[in-house]
């Protein structure tokens, strides 16, 4: 097929690859991919922090600005360490993908936004979205970037927000050789002139008895006289030869610690990966190399002095007098650290400059993946690659002192023209001398300072090095250059440690240390940590002229103690004003803005800016829509959550909310239909104001069916009528062990779902654990299917391959576990190829 074609012109490409450890691809899925739906589970921290970041996206918050033809979708929500959460989303302009207009929201497990970035501001209303050059001759255009082209992909119109302006392009998707390495690019093809505007590649070349680490405990799998190199306790994670599939044998015992060797290769790859997957989990707080429990698989037997990561799976060649494999702790982790890299927000640029933050990563996390593991063996050196010696002149980089190997230590305007490898200089050396200091003794080496950097930097540790960095990488954007990483890592070091710690200013002290300044309103380091949020409800409205718009301007306490904040309001029509009561609040207290538009405004819809001073300043925005129609008033219902599960003879809650959308406030009378037999709805009040809310309780019979039921909510008020939708679940009191969930999840290419059931059955789940899948997708072969428990084990259900495509349909499974019988499950779904997509209709779990 030719999706899988695509991907695998990389294993025949690798014995024309050159020399280097190189950078990971820009983006899990292609840049512009429809994100997945995501939903959310009411009381878990990981909600709240989706539910507050969109919150943050509507109004607008800070960073988040946005034009009036664009949107944003969230892609995913990733803890961290310190209980923070990294919420990431999607823009498009117009309906259409937009490559560069990522942003992020940081919260914490309180619901408080504490930070927003973007890759880019509001992109202006006059971008064409009318392609003047077809697809046909953008990829043609495209393939002038390889010597040898060996499959292409349909383009897909996008509109590329890198560079001077935004542009409308075509990304067309090549694969072949390109300067004699092996080369999947994304090209963006200027689809107004036919010129390329901007490209990226996805291929950066980058108890067991192995060569480097001797007798070692890996994780495989497994029984009896059958077993396999693949890691049961950490999905996705496997290794084997350059035809994908993982080695196996009849013992669990592995390799014999030859350096030639392709099993002993694999016992080194994994017994650094498996070091790697828990360092993130037990000093960085990070779940998985993707941040969601996954791994990637790794190949060895590479035909070339080479490493790489594709954008799929890590492969390890050998060095150059073919007597030892490239699979020593520090290159697997950098491997696998460019996979962390492109599964952190933002993905990856284009540039040199970011290709060399992308390096950096790379080393920086095979750094502290080989201090976490402390194998004597390799002690941490904060050196790459010098056990494997890979082309007979020792170690590939250096880290305390990138120039003793001819790479800059510290940051010039050059480094945007620099070759990505060398681009990592100055990052490895901030790193070196923010874990370690410029001198830091106990046989630890000196680092040199650049000039106009501080006298000295005292060295925080490499565990709470690492801390801030991934910190950093997690509001990550495609814009990332140099100041960024300084501004994030900054960003992050007082989100983890506080704005009166050493480690701020060691972050800091670091940066100037390695010449990169600071951007503009970088927080300084040893002042009050008290901060606030600021939101509005709702964040857009109408008025005519002569008549009023109210919004709620609600503030929140993030750090330290409350303030006073005061508001104002800019963007104002001609002859409208704003006011508010109160103008100034408490932190942690909210006020009324009345918006009065004049007689003589004009109509239109005009982004107005809430402007909250403190401390620090933080901006919301409200659209209002001036129309000369009469004045109209109406209202908005809505149910939080919107759906539930009880047993037959139980009932379930959910809060009817109201808001005023239009013209004064009116009574809202509250009626439900649709109720499954044997089931009453109370609403305790049975009518409000619009504004304010109600609490509906549906009381089920011991007899009613069990079955998924939409219940419509009904508010009818003086001038319209609306409906929301509650879908209740009745279990049977009986055969109350089948836990459902119908929710739709898009499956995107190259993408992860994961869809949640709660489950309230009591004592041991019966194994097998039976499971009904039911998946509307082109090609079932591209489908990884996994179950997670609810006590965190992982068990494969279907896994990938095949030479043909089928529809998927319905599909049942029975599935060995042992485990207790409530919690939540989650099934996974990975979409591993590229070209066909689908989704997940629903699936059920017998326990």
């Known amino acids: 097929m030719k999706r899988k074609a695509l991907l695998a012109a990389v294993v025949g490409m690798a014995t024309a690859a050159t020399l280097a450890l190189q950078a990971p691809p820009a983006n899990a899925a292609p840049p512009g991919a429809t994100p997945r739906k995501q939903t959310t589970r009411a009381g878990d921290p990981a909600s709240l922090a989706a539910q507050v970041a969109d919150k943050a996206i509507s109004s607008q918050l800070d960073e988040l600005t946005r034009g009036p033809d664009e949107a944003y979708s969230r892609v995913a929500v990733t803890p961290g360490a310190a209980d923070m959460y990294y919420v990431s989303y999607e823009r498009t302009y117009k309906g259409l993908p937009m490559v560069g207009g990522d942003a992020v929201v940081v919260t914490d497990a309180a619901g408080n936004v504490r930070d927003t970035v973007a890759a880019a501001g509001p992109t202006p209303s006059d971008v064409p979205t009318n392609a003047t050059i077809s697809a046909d001759r953008a990829t043609e255009v495209a393939r002038t970037r390889l010597s040898r082209v060996d499959d292409t992909a349909a383009p897909r119109l996008v509109v590329l927000a890198w560079g001077e302006k935004p542009r409308l392009t075509w990304d067309a998707m090549v694969s072949g050789i390109a300067e004699g390495k092996p080369s999947i690019q994304h090209v963006f093809v200027d689809a107004r002139t036919g010129e390329i505007a901007d490209s990226y590649d996805l291929v950066r070349a980058g108890t067991g008895n192995g060569y480097y680490y001797g007798q070692v405990t890996i994780q495989t799998s497994g029984s009896g006289s059958s077993y396999s190199m693949t890691d049961s306790t950490r999905p996705g994670i496997q290794c084997g030869g350059q035809n994908g599939s993982a080695y196996t044998g009849t013992d669990d015992a592995w390799g014999n610690g030859s350096g030639t060797n392709l099993e002993t290769a694999c016992v080194d790859a994994l017994y650094g990966v498996q070091r790697e997957w828990d360092m993130l989990r037990d000093w960085l707080g990070r779940n998985g190399i993707n941040g969601s429990g996954r791994g990637f698989p790794i190949r060895v037997g590479l035909n070339d002095v080479n490493a790489y990561w594709n954008g799929s799976y890590t492969n390890f060649g050998h060095n150059q007098a073919n007597n030892r494999q490239a699979t020593p702790i520090d290159v697997v982790a950098h491997e696998f650290g460019h996979a962390i890299f492109q599964t952190t927000p933002g993905g990856a640029g284009s540039g040199n400059e970011n290709g060399g933050i992308n390096e950096g990563t790379g080393d920086i996390f095979g750094a502290i993946t080989e201090a976490y593991a402390a194998h004597p063996n390799d002690p941490a050196d904060y050196l790459v690659g010098e056990e494997v010696d890979l082309v007979g002149d020792g170690p590939i980089r250096n880290m305390y002192n990138p120039s003793a190997l001819g790479d800059p230590n510290c940051w010039s305007s050059s480094i945007p023209s620099t070759e990505v490898h060398a681009a990592a200089g100055p990052l490895n050396h901030w790193f070196y001398l923010l874990a370690e200091g410029n001198n830091p003794g106990g046989g630890k080496p000196s680092s040199p300072i650049c000039s106009g950097g501080p006298s000295s930097v005292t060295g925080i540790g490499i565990q709470n090095a690492g801390k801030i960095f991934m910190g950093a990488l997690s509001r990550k954007t495609s814009s990332w250059r140099y100041t960024n990483v300084r501004a994030a890592s900054v960003a992050a070091a007082i989100e983890l440690f506080g704005a009166n710690s050493a480690q701020c200013n060691t972050t800091k002290a670091a940066w100037s240390a390695v010449s990169v300044a600071a951007m503009s309103g970088e927080p300084a380091c040893g002042t009050s940590t008290s901060d606030f949020s600021i939101s509005l409800n709702p964040t857009s409205g109408s008025a005519t002229p002569g008549g009023q718009a109210t919004v709620t301007v609600s503030t929140q306490t993030t750090s330290g103690s409350a303030q006073t904040v005061s508001l104002s309001a800019s963007g104002l029509p001609s002859g409208t004003t704003a006011s508010f009561n109160p103008s100034s609040v408490t932190s942690g207290n909210s006020s009324t803005l009345t918006l009065s538009v004049g007689s003589s405004t004009a109509a239109g819809t005009y982004n107005i800016t809430v402007t909250g001073t403190g401390s620090t300043t933080h901006t919301a925005t409200y659209a209002l829509t001036v129309s000369s129609n009469p004045p109209t008033r109406d209202f908005s219902i809505s149910a939080s959550p919107a759906s539930g599960t009880v047993q037959a003879g139980s009932a379930a809650t959910t809060t009817i909310g109201t808001t005023t959308t239009a013209g004064t406030a009116q009574t809202v009378n509250l009626s439900a239909s649709g109720l499954p037999t044997g089931a009453t709805a109370a609403f305790n009040p ?135 019988a409530a919690g939540t499950w989650i099934l996974e779904i990975e979409d591993v190829y590229l070209q066909d997509t689908g989704y997940l209709d629903s699936w059920s779990i017998t326990v």
């Open 686 to 820: 049975a009518s409000v104001t619009s504004g304010a809310s109600s609490t509906l309780t549906i009381s089920t019979a011991p007899t009613t069916p069990a079955g998924n039921y939409t219940v419509t909510v009904t508010g009818t008020g003086v001038t319209a009528t609306h409906t929301a939708t509650y879908a209740l679940t009745v279990q049977s009191t009986s055969g109350g062990r089948t836990f459902t969930n119908g929710t739709n999840y898009t499956i995107d290419d190259w993408s992860t779902i994961q869809s949640p059931i709660t489950s309230t059955a009591t004592g041991t789940a019966t194994s097998p654990v039976k499971l009904s899948i039911t998946i509307s997708h082109t090609c079932a072969e591209d489908l990884d299917i996994w179950l997670r428990g609810p006590n965190g084990t992982w068990y494969a259900v279907d896994r990938y391959g095949g030479t043909t495509c089928t529809q998927y349909g319905t599909r049942t499974f029975s599935v060995p576990v042992s485990q207790q």
